[in-house]
């Protein structure tokens, strides 16, 4: 697979794993069915004329099932870089899982470089919010970053 191809695939999957999260913590599927559900429904599907873009299904799977199984450590990780008196549960639900799947790569990726991390889930933001909560996300994951890859 070139370069591109892989990059663009990779930046589909972190959408999707983005939107499996808020999923997950909106309707409390469980993972192997939320898994499922996209492998079979979303991931380079057609949705009501909508074509998703073709994902990194293995990364994917990683980007969700690592963010599950690290659940409590990533969150304390980021609740450590809010502000004083933030909290997760203030956070709006789709930034929350940005900053964790961010966070999970910064965190258990180290096959991914820190620019490419942070770059791509500020992209990420940028497709749901204004300018001031990319650079929000930009901010905290570089926080992450300075913690668990010095």
């Known amino acids: 697979m070139s370069k591109s191809k892989r990059s663009s695939t990779r930046s589909a999957a972190r959408l999707a794993a983005v939107q499996a999260l808020y999923q997950r913590q909106m309707e409390g599927t469980q993972l192997h069915r939320l898994l499922d559900e996209f492998h079979q429904h979303r991931l380079g599907k057609e949705i009501?004329?909508?074509?998703?873009?073709?994902?990194?299904?293995?990364?994917?799977?990683?980007?969700?099932?690592?963010?599950?199984?690290?659940?409590?450590?990533?969150?304390?990780?980021?609740?450590?870089?809010?502000?004083?008196?933030?909290?997760?549960?203030?956070?709006?639900?789709?930034?929350?899982q940005i900053l964790r799947c961010g966070a999970y790569e910064l965190v258990a990726r180290a096959d991914i470089s820190t620019g490419t991390a942070i770059s791509e889930y500020v992209d990420v933001a940028k497709a749901f919010f204004d300018d001031r909560e990319a650079k929000f996300v930009n901010g905290v994951l570089d926080a992450v970053a300075k913690e668990v890859r010095s």
Do not use: C, H, N
Not at 58 to 85: H, N, Q, T
């Open 48 to 96: 009501e004329d909508d074509q998703y873009a073709e994902a990194d299904v293995p990364f994917f799977d990683d980007v969700v099932s690592g963010y599950a199984a690290r659940e409590e450590e990533i969150d304390a990780l980021l609740v450590s870089k809010l502000a004083e008196g933030w909290t997760l549960a203030r956070l709006d639900k789709t930034m929350l």
